[in-house]
């Protein structure tokens, strides 16, 4: 990415946490789903916010930030009446260079 684009434009980007950091709800998610479609892409590819902000601090760019995705959206939108639950699985980072 040339540098131009990256200091117009912040990273936004989620990311797998490993086992360790995943709550109950996001372990069990976790497992149902790799018992149904076995170790793919999605499941390869897992960091702690940390190693994550490593990696980008190797490619120019710094962690702004870096929260549970179920913190992102709005108060009040956990609210619910289904079976939809936050859980500790997906993290978003935002970094800038």
């Known amino acids: ?5 990256r200091a117009a434009h912040p990273l936004v980007d989620d990311f797998v946490v490993p086992p ?3 709550d109950q709800a996001g372990r069990a998610y976790a497992d149902a789903i790799t018992q149904t479609v076995g170790e793919r892409e999605l499941w390869c ?8 902000a490593d990696w980008l601090r190797q490619t120019g760019w710094q962690k702004s930030r870096s929260i ?14 289904d079976a939809l ?3 500790r699985l997906i993290q978003l980072i935002e970094a800038h260079n």
């Open 1 to 5: 990415m040339s540098a131009a684009v």
């Open 20 to 22: 360790a950091d995943r």
């Open 45 to 52: 590819c897992q960091a702690s916010p940390d190693d994550l």
């Open 68 to 81: 549970p995705d179920a913190e992102a959206v709005p108060n009040g939108f956990w609210h619910r009446h």
């Open 85 to 87: 639950a936050p859980m």
